[in-house]
Nanobody, 125 residues
Framework: QVELVESGGGLVQAGGSLRLSCAASGGTFARFAMGWFRQAPGKEREFVSAMTWNAGTTYYSDSVKGRFTISRDIAKNTVYLQMNSLKSEDTAVYYC??????????????????WGRGTQVIVSS
């Protein structure tokens, strides 16, 4: 059974940085894609970033492009989301997810098969 566990969330001032981690277990991820999503209070869950596990192809939403960086450590089966220049509108619960039906990156929530429980990020202005 695939399991994803996020960590690294917290409270940070606007302009600050955080690095989120997503530890994956229970599968072989070389052929899959990993994604980060977020959900702010009262809003729908939205795409943040994704990458192919094997080739490292990355994809970002316009709202985080240039500020966030997704990466992975293959040996540790861990995906990271480095978040810089944080804004109050980045406040949300951040989730990682794995897309197993293909290795292509995608911003579509429905294409992801397993999800973590999320980690809270609060950016104070």
């Amino acid at each position: 059974q695939v399991e994803l566990v996020e960590s690294g969330g917290g409270l940070v001032q606007a302009g600050g940085s955080l690095r989120l981690s997503c530890a994956a277990s229970g599968g072989t991820f070389a052929r899959f894609a990993m994604g980060w999503f977020r959900q702010a209070p009262g809003k729908e869950r939205e795409f943040v970033s994704a990458m192919t596990w094997n080739a490292g192809t990355t994809y970002y939403s316009d709202s985080v492009k240039g500020r966030f960086t997704i990466s992975r450590d293959i040996a540790k089966n861990t995906v990271y989301l480095q978040m810089n220049s944080l804004k109050s509108e980045d406040t949300a619960v951040y989730y990682c997810a794995v897309k197993m039906r293909s290795s292509r990156v995608s911003p579509e929530l429905w294409q992801y098969d397993y999800w973590g429980r999320g980690t809270q990020v609060i950016v104070s202005s």
